[in-house]
């Protein structure tokens, strides 16, 4: 019951839950049904004279829920004449509690208390009865029985209000309602809209009224009925709550004024004087808590002016008593500084002047902006026209903290594991983190005031204790999996420091101090707390024994341990009692326990509670105690290492001498993990005879705990590391590191993402702020030269710190090193940053100096140094310095606190000084200023917080005042940013975050975020301007969720214009207006969710940057209503200063020197595992930069993983002189989508394999190749005239994609343009083939426009959901349509003069849907869209109103394909089906159906007529236009002809979709045969390239194939064979010509991976990857022989060659060769007729010693050279890469041929000395092995791993990966 879909637009309670049939509902007492005459129904009665006995509840127990969401509650109701009644609601709020909401006559004033709200309630009577007369005159005790003449009420409680204004929650839903006696009641209701019960639907619908948004009338069920000729109101009381009365104050509930009555107050208007507003003392002290404001300030008689009562809500302004001001002045001052003066106290009543409309301030005839930023609720007052929305800052929150670096604060002994060791919990200061081992993303618990001191998760993982310290020390129960506060437990001690779960979660165990100091133990019932029940006191006891450590035992709820100074004691709870007693140390007892834990497991012949209990102390002793019979077992003790005369460490061992301190002890069912002082986690078996693995830490190891599985060990280190320990792996990973102190300051490096922080434990260290894991820290050795500020360069990787003794240091972070080394202060450095260009450096002193840098020079030499110029102090650091944005002006406080200073940013000279004591002259005390800061795209803004808790804007240029904000924070501001929009302002005060509107334009202009426990020190926006950084505690990571630029306020739809990059040759800055900024307003996204880490100031391709979307719901808007949004200039609505254009200068990079003064200790990115017991284990910190998420949708393409790069430097011959002429490719890229090309008219086929696409006729079968990709390529596009084919292909790592232009006629490359980082996941032409588009994939989601004349980019749109397709409209060609994660993007082109401009409309899927990719989309002729999901779904969208009009379910699987001709749809998915669908009835419900948006029938509406089941998803599809026929491509690689006529359905291309692993001609070269890692062996025609027959083994991967000798040589192709090796060791041969398998052989026990037939065809030559080498007979199976020569590594060749009788002293008619992976070659004679087979030859080629990295490694190949007899060609891994000629004869190498790359392929030609190489680099190598002369041929996707010349030397076939490319030789 918790979604809210089914609950819109209203829920009728009784009748949900049938309240009359009392299954759903439960009754009590008096509860009885009666037909009531005024209501002419039957009704409910409750009468009783005790209400908690008479009563319904809904629902029938308290353990269930409502669920209901409604924000507002309707009661139709009649109170008991002369009785009192009662309404219980519990109401559940966000935060996990349930509030009561009670309301009665009963109750005589309001109270509240933190979960329980009693609101007095005032009946109504009729009007013009003795009553109501009473009650307009009464001032107190108005509430009491009800009247007798008491009315029928419909009573509307807004529940979010309530919770929202009173206790500060958030509404979350209705759990139950209780109505107890005395009443009648008729119904209720919940909805989110505000219902009007005095109009009915009817009458609605008969006056064709226009109601305000989120209003409705009553719904018929629950009006009450009204004769005609009469009133609602007259008859029935409205009671809306909060109410609009004005007899009593807001908290309690009465009957408003009426419609009729208010507008009697708004039609007499009367002027009166002004005069103070003051509250009687009756009415005050029924006001409530939240609602007490002090009396107002008496108004002054100067101020005093006449009022005009109104019944609009003006904003409050402010007069000076002055010389009064023209209209047109005060026209100008109200457009350009809008005045809210607020002075947060007393009771607010808005009016408005009758003269003036705004009045202002003046401050030396200048006008002044002046906002009180603290914003009370202010009564409101009776109005006919509805209360205007305030305007607030969107989104909301516009903050979402993301990340945090730190760990610990009150304690670094609290972590838990989660879920089975997938998750770890743990504190830092007040907020609880939960982080996923795995992936590093981080939860978190937000809700403590203070830093948590204890933490206890349950086994179950879903319960999480936390306790706080602090005079005010709470424990918070949380549901762990949803993140939400269950309940808050007070405990009344001051501090908290340990708790423990019992092993069912239902018992809480907690230690602290109360107010006494002594130690107080606390155990509670959580037993029902996850269900809403509430936690109960089992027991309590306080002691003087000193408690470390307490834990419950794990086999009994009731029973408890601990430990403490001179004790361990054991604990039971029974009766209610807790009671202990201590265990018998003896001399022990005078020892400092630690930790303690149980020994885990469990045998049959021993009882629960009979184990063994370690505790382990401050001395290094264990203890090991029996807990049946509490007495010491056994004493073991922890000694520092023994140092042997080789000054190596010894093993430790327990005996007598000074111990190691074990802080921490953890035991599992198989070791025990300790702990201790010496930095080291050791494992040791349960006897701790010897460990078993160790861990050094940098700092003591303060906590252990093993997983539940035993398999990890968490360790935390007292210097803030928190890590794990591998059991299995032994490998060692640090989860979070983090600052011990205070983090003073920080910078960011927005190009590397990359923060350096400098704190007071006098270190500063670099992170990354993607992984927060830490890459250096710098240290410092002393104290008094400890760094307390920091600054990055804004380009280069380099960063300045300043310290406390006045030294200013410069380093080099990728070297380590120190750049230069500066002291010009005497005191702390409290100053210090780069300016924006990187030209200079700043730093300021405590004592008063300012020093200037030259940052362009590697040394940084001093410039200027001035003397008493900053203001004296450390208060003001570490950000007392600020550049403005263009590098111009330098500001700061000085030389005194009173004083601002700005100086030339070159020279310091001193430009001007404000005054800023002087500006508020009304003030009795002197402001001193605190910070400054320039706004980044309002140059002559300064910014000023002052100790007045003020913000000042001053104008840098003449120093006016034009802008004051008072009441910032409650306390001083220590921080402010600026965003680079200019359109946000970001402070920090105390422990909270506010982000404000920069213009306070505003009626809400803040927003405030909590979470730090401790002061902040400096906030600021990232370089991206996607997230904030605020640091103080710890490092906290927001993400900022403000869209680059707001739709305007009067906007209904979300539509915008983008504006046409530069053309081509003119540059950025003459294609921008010269007195334009160009701001980064312009860069585009919907929303942005995170920060992506590319920093703003990087120049886009095209050189202009995005227009700003912000688009909503295409359900808000009407039709034809948009507003457009084009990128401009940058401008200040503040200040009419000239803007100055900003010109970036390029920085130099410094060179490196050494100097020592910081110990740097440099965080890898990647550590090592441990290598030995004893070993040091090291760091492993993971630095890979977060992605992007890719979607849920096969139809997203996303390249195939590829670990080879192509090789840019590659030698291509000239076109005509290539010596290899691609003449086939065989396969299609059942990877790309929509990939494929069908033209019934012109016969087009064009389909493409790897990065080539082809061009096919399929009548010849000839192929025409275009070669222009280097990467796979994703998608095709043709334009309507079949002229002119796009083709798309990712750009690699380093470039981006590439969209490449043909001629079809010729086959040329027209055109190439890149602009997408990524892949392009969809192409598409309009109608008119003006124009064409392409989307980027899921990492920019960017759709770009671009023009087919000129091929230049016309406009681009990014969005922030991933993008799948794109199509034109055929019947516009301005219309096109896009789809996306949970939306349809409607465009439309708009043409300026050579430009054009795309406005984008969003249209959400419906509601029904739920969350859902649209995958794809197409059109049909009238003006209809079809688009599929994910989910299977087709929804039907109406063009012109964008509305979806029908959906039916149309897969099981998800669609990625859709076609739509006439009223034929065919619908594609991963289901392998194709469907044939009419859709004839479609355009006729559109007509009838054009405003609904209900789900209608399928069957009613769509027909299934067809359907096949091919042999993979569909990707792409292709069919004429009557939808008979057609062509369908699916991932596996083929491409089927489909006849919907005959039903039928015809492989046209096949290849396979895994990877490739053997090619090779049939020895008379009229087949070849391919085998793959899907364990299919395929032969081919030739010259077809045909698919004849295809061997499919499943389960199976076929490792090498080749082919049988013939068996008569008359004729070649009878009775040949094919055999294939495959990885489960067998062997089997087919017969080619009956398609049969006719031979199975097992000759090995592991994976073939050679396989060749001997060159008479006697034998079959195998090798095994377990380097065994056997000889079978192809006949029969037998296996004849078995060499064991190379055993141990891999064969990776095996080739047989004819040889003469006694040739080189062996007996034999045929030599054959085995090569190994360890690069031996061993040659044989053989005679397998005589059965005879000897050793010519055993060759081991020298290599360096191999990496670590052996897989990476080249492999060993040889082969016997056709053309040279009795010679071998070798390459492999060598010390230089070459191919090797070696001759048998003369056992010697003959020469060698140098290669540009390792090879991993190699075959020779029989025609010449010719050979081919296949390599790494994607590059196939053609060379004249006798010149060295070689071409290189890059048309392959990804590394050539196979390449095989057919036995005439004439054909050379390669394979990359699944890709089959067939060349024709011609020769070099």
């Given at each position: 019951?918790?979604?809210?879909?089914?609950?819109?637009?209203?829920?009728?309670?009784?009748?949900?839950?049938?309240?009359?049939?009392?299954?759903?509902?439960?009754?009590?007492?008096?509860?009885t049904?009666?037909?009531?005459?005024?209501?002419?129904?039957?009704?409910?009665?409750?009468?009783?004279?005790?209400?908690?006995?008479?009563?319904?509840?809904?629902?029938r127990?308290?353990?269930?829920?409502?669920g209901?969401?409604?924000?507002?509650?309707?009661?139709?109701?009649?109170?008991?004449?002369?009785?009192?009644?009662?309404?219980?609601?519990?109401?559940?709020?966000?935060?996990?509690?349930?509030?009561?909401?009670?309301?009665?006559?009963?109750?005589?004033?309001f109270?509240?208390?933190?979960?329980?709200?009693?609101?007095?309630?005032?009946?109504?009577?009729?009007?013009?009865?003795?009553?109501?007369?009473?009650?307009?005159?009464?001032?107190?005790?108005?509430?009491?029985?009800?009247?007798?003449?008491?009315?029928?009420?419909?009573?509307?409680?807004?529940?979010?209000?309530?919770?929202?204004?009173?206790?500060?929650?958030?509404?979350?839903?209705?759990?139950s309602?209780?109505?107890?006696?005395?009443?009648?009641?008729?119904?209720?209701?919940?909805?989110?809209?505000?219902?009007?019960?005095?109009?009915?639907?009817?009458?609605?619908?008969?006056?064709?009224?226009?109601?305000?948004?989120?209003?409705?009338?009553?719904?018929r069920?629950?009006?009450?009925?009204?004769?005609?000729?009469?009133?609602?109101?007259?008859?029935?009381?409205?009671?809306?709550?909060?109410?609009?009365?004005?007899?009593?104050?807001?908290?309690?509930?009465?009957?408003?004024?009426?419609?009729?009555?208010?507008?009697?107050?708004?039609?007499?208007?009367?002027?009166?004087?002004?005069?103070?507003?003051n509250?009687?003392?009756?009415?005050?002290?029924?006001?409530?808590?939240?609602?007490?404001?002090?009396?107002?300030?008496?108004?002054?008689?100067?101020?005093?002016?006449?009022?005009?009562?109104?019944?609009?809500?003006?904003?409050?302004?402010?007069?000076?008593?002055?010389?009064?001001?023209?209209?047109?002045?005060?026209?100008q001052?109200?457009?350009?500084?809008?005045?809210?003066?607020?002075?947060?106290?007393?009771?607010?009543?808005?009016?408005?002047?009758?003269?003036?409309?705004?009045?202002?301030?003046?401050?030396?005839?200048?006008?002044?902006?002046?906002?009180?930023?603290?914003?009370?609720?202010?009564?409101?007052?009776?109005?006919?026209?509805?209360?205007?929305?305030?305007q607030?800052?969107?989104?909301?929150?516009?903050?979402?903290?993301?990340?945090?670096?730190?760990?610990?604060?009150?304690?670094?002994?609290?972590?838990?594991?989660?879920?089975?060791?997938?998750?770890?919990?743990?504190?830092?200061?007040a907020?609880?983190?939960?982080?996923?081992?795995?992936?590093?993303?981080?939860?978190?618990?937000?809700?403590?005031?203070?830093?948590?001191?204890?933490?206890?998760?349950?086994?179950?993982?879903?319960?999480?204790?936390?306790?706080?310290?602090?005079?005010?020390?709470l424990?918070?129960?949380?549901?762990?999996?949803?993140?939400?506060?269950?309940?808050?437990?007070?405990?009344?001690?001051?501090?908290?420091?340990?708790?423990?779960?019992?092993?069912?979660?239902?018992?809480?165990?907690?230690?602290?101090?109360?107010?006494?100091?002594?130690?107080m133990?606390?155990?509670?019932?959580?037993?029902?707390v996850?269900?809403?029940?509430?936690?109960?006191?089992?027991?309590?006891?306080?002691?003087?024994?000193?408690?470390?450590?307490?834990?419950?035992?794990?086999?009994?709820?009731?029973?408890?341990?601990?430990?403490?100074v001179?004790?361990?004691?054991?604990?039971?709870?029974?009766?209610?009692?807790?009671?202990?007693?201590?265990?018998n140390?003896?001399?022990?007892?005078?020892?400092?326990?630690?930790?303690?834990?149980?020994?885990?497991?469990?045998?049959?012949?021993?009882?629960?509670?009979?184990?063994?209990?370690?505790?382990?102390?401050?001395?290094g002793?264990?203890?090991?105690?029996?807990?049946?019979?509490?007495?010491?077992?056994?004493?073991?003790?922890?000694?520092?290492?023994?140092?042997?005369?080789?000054?190596?460490?010894?093993?430790?061992?327990?005996?007598?001498?000074?111990?190691?301190?074990?802080?921490s002890?953890?035991?599992?069912?198989?070791?025990?993990?300790?702990?201790?002082?010496?930095?080291?986690?050791?494992?040791?078996?349960?006897?701790?005879?010897?460990?078993?693995?160790?861990?050094?830490?940098e700092?003591?190891?303060?906590?252990?705990?093993?997983?539940?599985?035993?398999?990890?060990?968490?360790?935390?280190?007292?210097?803030?590391?928190?890590?794990?320990?591998?059991?299995?792996?032994?490998?060692?990973?640090?989860?979070?590191?983090?600052?011990?102190?205070?983090?003073?300051?920080?910078?960011?490096?927005?190009?590397?993402?990359q923060?350096?922080?400098?704190?007071r434990?006098?270190?500063?260290?670099?992170?990354?702020?993607?992984?927060?894991?830490?890459?250096?820290?710098f240290?410092s050795?002393?104290?008094?030269?400890a760094?307390?500020?920091?600054?990055?360069?804004?380009?280069?990787?380099?960063?300045?710190?300043?310290?406390?003794?006045?030294?200013?240091?410069?380093?080099?972070?990728?070297?380590?090193?120190?750049?230069?080394?500066?002291r010009?202060?005497?005191?702390?450095?409290?100053?210090?940053?780069?300016?924006p260009?990187?030209?200079?450096?700043?730093?300021?002193?405590?004592?008063?100096?300012?020093?200037?840098?030259?940052?362009?020079?590697?040394?940084?030499?001093?410039?200027?140094?001035?003397?008493?110029?900053?203001?004296?102090?450390?208060?003001?650091?570490?950000?007392?310095?600020?550049?403005?944005?263009?590098?111009?002006?330098?500001?700061?406080?000085?030389?005194?606190?009173?004083?601002?200073?700005?100086?030339?940013?070159h020279?310091?000279?001193?430009?001007?000084?404000?005054?800023?004591?002087v500006?508020?002259?009304?003030?009795?005390?002197?402001?001193?200023?605190?910070?400054?800061?320039?706004?980044?795209s309002?140059?002559?803004?300064?910014?000023?917080?002052?100790?007045?808790?003020?913000?000042?804007?001053?104008?840098?240029?003449?120093?006016?005042?034009?802008?004051?904000?008072?009441?910032?924070?409650?306390?001083q501001?220590?921080?402010?940013?600026?965003?680079?929009?200019?359109?946000?302002?970001?402070?920090?005060?105390?422990?909270?975050?506010?982000?404000?509107?920069?213009?306070?334009?505003?009626?809400?202009?803040?927003?405030?975020?909590?979470?730090?426990?401790?002061?902040?020190?400096?906030?600021?926006?990232?370089?991206?301007q996607?997230?904030?950084?605020?640091?103080?505690?710890?490092?906290?990571?927001?993400?900022?969720?403000?869209?680059?630029?707001?739709?305007?306020?009067c906007?209904?739809?979300?539509?915008?214009?983008?504006?046409?990059?530069?053309?081509?040759?003119?540059?950025?800055?003459?294609?921008?207006?010269?007195?334009?900024?160009?701001?980064?307003?312009?860069?585009?996204?919907?929303?942005?969710?995170?920060?992506?880490?590319?920093?703003?100031?990087?120049?886009?391709?095209?050189?202009?940057?995005?227009?700003?979307?912000?688009?909503?719901?295409?359900?808000?808007?009407?039709?034809?209503?948009?507003s457009?949004?084009?990128?401009?200039?940058?401008?200040?609505?503040?200040?009419?200063?000239?803007?100055?254009?900003?010109?970036?200068?390029?920085?130099?990079?410094?060179?490196?020197?050494h100097?020592?003064?910081?110990?740097?200790?440099?965080?890898?990115?990647?550590?090592s595992?441990?290598?030995?017991?004893?070993?040091?284990?090291?760091?492993?910190?993971?630095?890979?930069?977060?992605?992007?998420?890719?979607?849920?949708?096969?139809?997203?393409?996303t390249?195939?993983?590829?670990?080879?790069?192509?090789?840019?430097?590659?030698?291509?011959?000239?076109?005509?002189?290539?010596?290899?002429?691609?003449?086939?490719?065989?396969?299609?890229?059942?990877?790309?989508?929509?990939?494929?090309?069908?033209?019934?008219?012109?016969?087009?086929?064009?389909?493409s394999?790897?990065?080539?696409?082809v061009?096919?006729?399929l009548?010849?079968?000839?192929?025409?190749?275009?070669?222009?990709?280097?990467?796979?390529?994703?998608?095709?596009?043709?334009?309507?005239?079949a002229?002119?084919?796009?083709?798309?292909?990712?750009?690699?790592?380093?470039?981006?994609?590439?969209?490449?232009i043909?001629n079809?006629?010729?086959?040329?490359?027209?055109?190439?343009?890149?602009?997408?980082?990524?892949?392009?996941?969809?192409?598409?032409?309009?109608?008119?083939?003006?124009?064409?588009?392409?989307?980027?994939?899921?990492?920019?989601?960017?759709?770009?426009?671009?023009?087919?004349?000129?091929?230049?980019?016309?406009?681009?749109?990014?969005?922030?959901?991933?993008?799948?397709?794109?199509?034109?409209?055929?019947?516009?060609?301005?219309?096109?349509?896009?789809?996306?994660?949970?939306?349809?993007?409607?465009?439309?082109?708009?043409?300026?003069?050579?430009?054009?401009?795309?406005?984008?409309?969003?249209?959400?899927?419906?509601?029904?849907?739920?969350?859902?990719?649209?995958?794809?989309?197409?059109?049909?002729?009238?003006?209809?869209?079809?688009?599929?999901?994910?989910?299977?779904?087709?929804?039907?969208?109406?063009c012109?109103?964008?509305?979806?009009?029908?959906?039916?379910?149309a897969?099981?699987?998800?669609?990625?394909?859709?076609?739509?001709?006439g009223?034929?749809?065919?619908?594609?998915?991963?289901?392998?089906?194709?469907?044939?669908?009419?859709?004839?009835?479609?355009?006729?419900?559109?007509?009838?159906?054009?405003?609904?948006?209900?789900?209608?029938?399928?069957?009613?509406?769509v027909?299934?007529?067809?359907?096949?089941l091919?042999?993979?998803?569909?990707v792409?599809?292709?069919?004429?236009?009557?939808?008979?026929?057609?062509?369908?491509?699916?991932?596996?690689?083929?491409?089927?002809?489909?006849?919907?006529?005959?039903?039928?359905?015809?492989?046209?291309?096949?290849?396979?979709?895994?990877?490739?692993?053997?090619?090779?001609?049939s020895p008379?070269?009229?087949?070849?045969?391919?085998?793959?890692?899907?364990?299919?062996?395929?032969?081919?025609?030739?010259?077809?390239?045909?698919?004849?027959?295809?061997?499919?083994?499943?389960n199976?991967?076929?490792?090498?194939?080749?082919?049988?000798?013939?068996?008569?040589?008359?004729?070649?192709?009878?009775?040949?064979?094919?055999a294939?090796?495959?990885?489960?060791?067998?062997?089997?041969?087919?017969?080619?010509?009956?398609?049969?398998?006719?031979?199975?052989?097992?000759?090995?026990?592991?994976?073939?991976c050679v396989?060749?037939?001997?060159?008479?065809?006697?034998v079959?030559?195998?090798?095994?990857?377990?380097?065994?080498?056997?000889?079978?007979?192809?006949?029969?199976?037998?296996?004849?022989?078995?060499?064991?020569?190379?055993?141990?590594?891999?064969?990776?060749?095996?080739q047989?060659?004819?040889?003469?009788?006694?040739?080189?002293?062996?007996?034999?008619?045929?030599?054959?060769?085995?090569?190994?992976?360890?690069?031996?070659?061993?040659?044989?004679?053989?005679?397998?007729?005589?059965?005879?087979?000897?050793?010519?030859?055993?060759?081991?080629?020298?290599?360096?010693?191999?990496?670590k990295?052996?897989?990476?490694?080249?492999?060993?190949?040889?082969?016997?050279?056709?053309?040279?007899?009795?010679?071998?060609?070798?390459?492999?891994?060598?010390?230089?890469?070459?191919?090797?000629?070696?001759?048998?004869?003369?056992?010697?190498?003959?020469?060698?041929?140098?290669?540009?790359?390792?090879?991993?392929?190699?075959?020779?030609?029989?025609?010449?000395?010719?050979?081919?190489?296949?390599?790494?680099?994607?590059?196939?190598?053609?060379?004249?092995?006798?010149?060295?002369?070689?071409?290189?041929?890059?048309?392959?996707?990804?590394?050539?791993?196979?390449?095989?010349?057919?036995?005439?030397?004439?054909?050379?076939f390669?394979?990359?990966?699944?890709?089959?490319?067939?060349?024709?030789?011609?020769?070099l």
């Amino acid at each position: 019951m918790s979604s809210r879909a089914w609950q819109h637009p209203y829920v009728n309670v009784f009748k949900h839950l049938k309240v009359d049939e009392w299954r759903k509902a439960s009754k009590e007492g008096d509860v009885t049904t009666y037909m009531d005459k005024t209501l002419k129904c039957s009704v409910f009665r409750i009468r009783g004279s005790i209400p908690a006995s008479n009563f319904i509840l809904l629902p029938r127990t308290s353990s269930q829920s409502l669920g209901f969401t409604g924000r507002y509650l309707y009661l139709l109701f009649r109170p008991g004449p002369n009785k009192y009644f009662v309404v219980h609601l519990d109401v559940a709020a966000e935060e996990g509690q349930v509030i009561r909401i009670s309301f009665s006559n009963l109750f005589k004033e309001f109270k509240s208390t933190a979960t329980w709200l009693q609101f007095p309630f005032q009946c109504g009577a009729a009007p013009g009865s003795v009553y109501e007369s009473t009650t307009k005159t009464a001032k107190h005790g108005l509430v009491g029985p009800a009247p007798v003449c008491v009315r029928w009420t419909c009573l509307m409680m807004d529940l979010r209000y309530v919770l929202s204004v009173y206790l500060n929650k958030t509404h979350s839903h209705l759990k139950s309602i209780k109505l107890c006696a005395n009443m009648a009641i008729k119904n209720i209701m919940t909805s989110d809209l505000l219902l009007d019960p005095g109009l009915s639907f009817s009458e609605f619908r008969q006056a064709g009224m226009v109601l305000p948004e989120g209003t409705a009338p009553m719904p018929r069920e629950m009006c009450f009925p009204v004769p005609k000729g009469s009133s609602w109101h007259q008859l029935y009381d409205y009671i809306r709550f909060p109410s609009d009365g004005v007899k009593l104050p807001f908290d309690s509930i009465q009957k408003g004024l009426n419609p009729r009555e208010e507008a009697v107050v708004d039609e007499s208007p009367h002027r009166e004087e002004s005069r103070s507003v003051n509250i009687s003392r009756p009415v005050q002290d029924r006001v409530s808590l939240i609602q007490q404001i002090t009396t107002p300030k008496p108004v002054s008689r100067a101020k005093q002016r006449s009022l005009l009562l109104t019944s609009s809500l003006p904003e409050l302004t402010s007069s000076h008593s002055g010389d009064r001001e023209s209209p047109s002045q005060r026209s100008q001052a109200f457009e350009e500084d809008r005045v809210v003066c607020d002075d947060g106290e007393g009771v607010h009543v808005f009016a408005h002047y009758k003269d003036d409309d705004v009045s202002t301030h003046l401050t030396n005839s200048e006008e002044v902006a002046v906002v009180n930023a603290a914003v009370p609720r202010p009564l409101s007052l009776p109005s006919a026209k509805p209360a205007k929305q305030q305007q607030k800052l969107h989104p909301d929150p516009i903050l979402k903290l993301s990340r945090i670096i730190g760990f610990g604060g009150a304690t670094m002994r609290c972590a838990v594991w989660a879920n089975d060791g997938e998750e770890v919990v743990y504190p830092c200061h007040a907020i609880i983190v939960s982080m996923k081992i795995s992936s590093g993303q981080q939860r978190f618990f937000i809700g403590h005031t203070d830093k948590v001191s204890a933490l206890a998760l349950n086994a179950r993982s879903s319960l999480l204790a936390s306790a706080q310290m602090g005079t005010h020390c709470l424990v918070r129960l949380w549901s762990y999996s949803k993140g939400q506060c269950l309940t808050m437990i007070k405990t009344h001690a001051h501090s908290l420091n340990t708790l423990s779960f019992s092993y069912s979660g239902g018992v809480l165990c907690g230690v602290g101090k109360d107010s006494h100091n002594k130690t107080m133990v606390v155990v509670w019932n959580t037993q029902r707390v996850d269900k809403g029940g509430v936690v109960t006191v089992m027991a309590k006891a306080h002691t003087d024994v000193d408690i470390q450590t307490m834990k419950i035992a794990f086999f009994d709820d009731t029973r408890m341990v601990s430990c403490g100074v001179g004790n361990v004691r054991l604990w039971r709870v029974r009766g209610g009692c807790l009671r202990s007693c201590p265990v018998n140390l003896g001399q022990y007892h005078n020892l400092e326990f630690t930790d303690l834990a149980f020994e885990q497991g469990h045998t049959p012949d021993r009882q629960l509670d009979d184990r063994t209990l370690f505790a382990s102390s401050k001395s290094g002793h264990i203890l090991d105690i029996d807990y049946v019979s509490v007495g010491i077992k056994n004493v073991r003790r922890l000694l520092p290492a023994q140092q042997s005369h080789s000054q190596r460490r010894e093993k430790q061992t327990f005996s007598t001498g000074p111990g190691i301190a074990v802080n921490s002890v953890s035991v599992c069912g198989s070791f025990c993990a300790t702990g201790s002082e010496d930095g080291f986690l050791r494992l040791w078996p349960l006897d701790f005879s010897s460990v078993l693995l160790e861990a050094e830490h940098e700092g003591p190891v303060c906590f252990v705990t093993v997983s539940s599985d035993g398999l990890s060990v968490l360790a935390a280190t007292s210097t803030g590391n928190l890590g794990y320990l591998d059991v299995s792996s032994r490998g060692y990973r640090t989860l979070m590191r983090s600052h011990t102190a205070t983090v003073l300051g920080f910078s960011v490096d927005g190009i590397r993402r990359q923060i350096t922080t400098a704190s007071r434990d006098c270190t500063v260290r670099v992170w990354a702020m993607d992984s927060t894991q830490q890459l250096y820290d710098f240290v410092s050795d002393e104290d008094d030269d400890a760094p307390c500020s920091v600054a990055f360069h804004p380009s280069l990787p380099v960063f300045a710190c300043g310290s406390s003794s006045g030294t200013v240091r410069v380093f080099d972070i990728p070297t380590s090193s120190l750049l230069a080394q500066h002291r010009q202060h005497r005191g702390a450095v409290v100053g210090l940053v780069f300016s924006p260009d990187g030209e200079h450096l700043y730093s300021a002193g405590s004592l008063g100096y300012l020093a200037l840098y030259n940052a362009s020079q590697p040394e940084y030499h001093v410039l200027r140094v001035l003397g008493n110029v900053v203001a004296r102090g450390t208060d003001r650091g570490p950000d007392a310095l600020a550049v403005s944005s263009d590098s111009c002006c330098l500001a700061f406080v000085g030389p005194t606190e009173f004083t601002v200073t700005i100086m030339d940013a070159h020279s310091l000279d001193e430009l001007l000084r404000v005054d800023v004591s002087v500006l508020d002259v009304e003030s009795t005390t002197l402001d001193t200023a605190l910070k400054v800061c320039f706004s980044p795209s309002s140059l002559s803004h300064l910014l000023i917080t002052t100790s007045a808790n003020k913000i000042l804007w001053i104008n840098r240029n003449t120093g006016r005042l034009l802008r004051e904000v008072s009441e910032v924070h409650k306390h001083q501001c220590a921080s402010l940013a600026v965003s680079e929009d200019g359109r946000y302002l970001l402070t920090a005060g105390h422990n909270a975050v506010k982000v404000w509107d920069y213009h306070m334009k505003l009626d809400v202009n803040s927003q405030v975020f909590i979470g730090h426990s401790e002061p902040i020190t400096q906030v600021s926006f990232t370089p991206d301007q996607m997230g904030v950084v605020s640091v103080g505690d710890a490092i906290f990571f927001w993400d900022f969720l403000a869209h680059p630029q707001e739709v305007p306020a009067c906007s209904l739809s979300s539509s915008a214009l983008v504006s046409s990059p530069p053309r081509a040759g003119k540059s950025m800055d003459d294609s921008l207006p010269k007195a334009a900024v160009p701001t980064e307003q312009a860069k585009v996204e919907f929303n942005r969710m995170s920060s992506n880490g590319v920093p703003r100031k990087a120049a886009p391709r095209p050189s202009s940057s995005l227009p700003i979307l912000d688009v909503s719901s295409i359900d808000k808007i009407g039709p034809g209503d948009s507003s457009h949004l084009s990128r401009g200039g940058g401008g200040d609505d503040d200040d009419d200063d000239d803007v100055e254009e900003l010109q970036p200068v390029p920085a130099h990079s410094p060179a490196s020197r050494h100097a020592s003064f910081l110990r740097v200790t440099e965080r890898a990115a990647a550590g090592s595992s441990v290598d030995s017991l004893a070993n040091q284990i090291r760091v492993e910190e993971n630095g890979e930069d977060l992605k992007p998420v890719r979607p849920d949708c096969y139809k997203h393409f996303t390249p195939r993983y590829k670990m080879s790069v192509l090789d840019t430097s590659a030698a291509t011959p000239p076109p005509g002189q290539e010596g290899l002429s691609l003449k086939a490719v065989v396969g299609y890229n059942g990877n790309g989508r929509s990939n494929m090309i069908w033209n019934p008219d012109t016969g087009l086929f064009v389909y493409s394999c790897g990065c080539v696409v082809v061009a096919e006729n399929l009548h010849s079968g000839s192929q025409r190749h275009w070669l222009g990709h280097s990467e796979e390529i994703s998608t095709l596009a043709v334009t309507h005239d079949a002229q002119i084919v796009a083709s798309a292909s990712g750009g690699g790592a380093l470039s981006k994609s590439l969209i490449c232009i043909w001629n079809i006629q010729d086959g040329s490359r027209r055109n190439s343009v890149s602009y997408h980082k990524g892949s392009v996941q969809s192409l598409a032409f309009s109608r008119d083939d003006l124009y064409f588009l392409s989307v980027g994939d899921f990492e920019e989601s960017v759709v770009a426009l671009w023009c087919t004349r000129s091929f230049e980019l016309l406009c681009a749109v990014s969005v922030s959901v991933p993008l799948h397709e794109a199509a034109f409209c055929p019947s516009s060609a301005d219309q096109l349509t896009f789809t996306g994660s949970n939306a349809v993007f409607f465009c439309y082109i708009r043409t300026r003069g050579r430009g054009a401009e795309l406005e984008v409309q969003k249209v959400a899927v419906p509601e029904r849907i739920g969350e859902a990719e649209v995958s794809c989309l197409c059109y049909n002729t009238n003006s209809v869209l079809f688009t599929g999901t994910n989910g299977g779904l087709v929804c039907v969208w109406d063009c012109n109103t964008h509305c979806c009009f029908m959906t039916w379910e149309a897969d099981e699987g998800e669609i990625g394909v859709l076609l739509c001709r006439g009223n034929k749809l065919v619908t594609g998915s991963n289901s392998k089906k194709l469907r044939l669908w009419s859709v004839a009835a479609v355009q006729s419900l559109r007509s009838s159906n054009s405003n609904a948006t209900v789900q209608q029938d399928r069957d009613a509406q769509v027909f299934l007529e067809q359907e096949m089941l091919l042999d993979g998803t569909v990707v792409s599809v292709a069919f004429d236009d009557v939808m008979d026929m057609g062509i369908v491509g699916t991932t596996a690689g083929t491409l089927w002809y489909i006849n919907w006529a005959d039903n039928t359905s015809i492989r046209l291309i096949s290849g396979h979709k895994s990877k490739v692993n053997g090619v090779v001609c049939s020895p008379d070269e009229r087949h070849f045969v391919t085998c793959g890692l899907d364990g299919s062996v395929r032969v081919w025609a030739l010259p077809s390239n045909e698919l004849l027959v295809q061997f499919q083994v499943l389960n199976q991967s076929c490792e090498c194939v080749c082919w049988s000798r013939p068996v008569d040589e008359r004729e070649p192709g009878a009775g040949v064979c094919v055999a294939g090796g495959y990885s489960d060791g067998s062997v089997r041969i087919f017969s080619v010509e009956s398609a049969e398998m006719e031979l199975k052989l097992q000759p090995h026990r592991s994976s073939v991976c050679v396989l060749q037939y001997s060159h008479h065809g006697q034998v079959l030559l195998s090798g095994g990857r377990d380097g065994v080498l056997t000889v079978s007979s192809p006949f029969t199976g037998i296996t004849l022989r078995i060499i064991s020569d190379h055993k141990g590594v891999p064969i990776t060749t095996i080739q047989c060659t004819s040889k003469q009788y006694k040739e080189f002293g062996l007996e034999g008619n045929e030599l054959w060769l085995a090569v190994s992976a360890d690069r031996r070659v061993s040659i044989w004679a053989a005679d397998w007729a005589k059965d005879k087979c000897e050793l010519l030859d055993w060759l081991t080629f020298p290599a360096p010693s191999s990496p670590k990295d052996t897989a990476n490694l080249p492999p060993s190949m040889a082969a016997f050279s056709p053309t040279e007899r009795g010679v071998l060609v070798y390459t492999g891994y060598a010390a230089e890469k070459e191919l090797t000629f070696y001759c048998l004869k003369k056992k010697r190498v003959l020469r060698t041929v140098s290669l540009t790359d390792w090879a991993l392929s190699l075959s020779l030609s029989s025609k010449g000395r010719l050979l081919a190489t296949g390599s790494n680099q994607r590059v196939l190598k053609l060379i004249d092995s006798s010149s060295g002369r070689f071409q290189d041929f890059t048309w392959h996707s990804d590394a050539v791993h196979l390449c095989s010349f057919s036995p005439s030397g004439t054909q050379l076939f390669t394979t990359a990966h699944s890709e089959v490319f067939l060349w024709t030789l011609r020769g070099l």
